[in-house]
């Protein structure tokens, strides 16, 4: 841990690691791994971020990490593979 950042911040960098992890091992061992299959798994890990953040009525803060920005992060590698996706085929 860094010290610079507090143990939630910690705690949900580690889970975004974790689930960027997840996200590549249905990809990496389907029949057919295709760039938009990995951005659906991230998708979908994003919207099951989102809904625990919700249901667990966490808040954007300005000086910690949560739920929401580790939906956020794992939606941004998402449509940035689906946009690079299209622009390549």
Do not use: N
């Not at 910690?10 to 996200?23: Q, S, V």
């Not at 061992?29 to 659906?40: H, K």
């Not at 890990?45 to 803060?61: D, I, N, W, Y």
């Amino acid at each position: 841990m860094t010290p610079w950042t507090d143990m939630e911040s910690h705690r949900t960098f580690w889970r975004f690691r974790w689930r960027i992890a997840l996200a590549l091992v249905p990809t990496a061992v389907s029949r057919e791994p295709t760039p938009m299959m990995l951005s659906a798994m991230l998708s979908m890990l994003a919207l099951f971020t989102a809904m625990h953040a919700f249901v667990r009525r966490k808040r954007f803060e300005t000086d910690r990490f949560c739920g929401w920005d580790e939906a956020l992060w794992l939606m941004f590698p998402a449509y940035g593979v689906q946009l690079l996706h299209h622009a390549v085929a």
